[in-house]
């Protein structure tokens, strides 16, 4: 059913819920082809930085209002050398699985968690880089452009 569109959002929908199905279908979409390719021995990586230069990629891009790219994937076939490097430590479960609902971790268990040299280059790379401190204004200046009544 084709519902129309009037006053900035679909017919009984907010804008911010349009949003939200909008990028869960994009994530969906994008982790499917993910596996599909795996399948096939193709490997492939999310490249974050698309959200980066919001304004650069919308007009290379061709973007309409309310249109911005989420994810973007790369995808080829992996070298030899790539299909047998060690893998890159991970949290442990305990960590980051939680069972019927989220729980708080406490400070000991996030130093625990992530030792100090680790927990500052990872606060560091995701918090206060360049690139994070642009990859939230494009982030704000995609949600001023999704609610923008062009």
């Known amino acids: 059913m084709v519902q129309k569109v009037q ?3 679909l017919r009984g929908h ?14 969906i979409a994008a982790h499917t082809a993910c596996i599909a390719a795996e ?22 891009l061709n973007l309409p209002p309310q249109v911005a790219p989420l994810c973007m994937l790369v995808f080829g076939y992996p070298t030899q050398q790539q299909k047998e490097r060690k893998q890159t430590t991970r ?6 699985v939680f069972e019927n609902r ?4 406490s400070e000991e268990e996030l130093l625990e968690m992530m030792p100090n040299d680790r927990t500052k280059a990872f606060y560091n790379r995701k ?24």
């Not at 021995?41 to 990629?57: L, Q, T």
């Not at 690139?131 to 001023?144: D, L, N, P």
């Open 14 to 27: 907010s804008r911010a819920g349009a949003q939200q199905h909008a990028t869960e279908d994009a994530v």
């Open 91 to 96: 949290f442990a479960k305990s960590s980051i």
């Open 7 to 9: 006053n900035g959002g």
């Open 102 to 105: 989220y729980r708080e971790l």
């Open 127 to 150: 918090y206060v880089s360049d690139f994070a401190q642009e990859m939230v204004r494009s982030t704000k200046e995609i949600y001023k452009n999704w609610n923008s009544k062009e």
């Open 39 to 60: 399948s096939l021995g193709i490997g492939s990586c999310y490249i974050g930085d698309i959200v980066e230069n919001f304004e650069i990629h919308k007009e290379l």
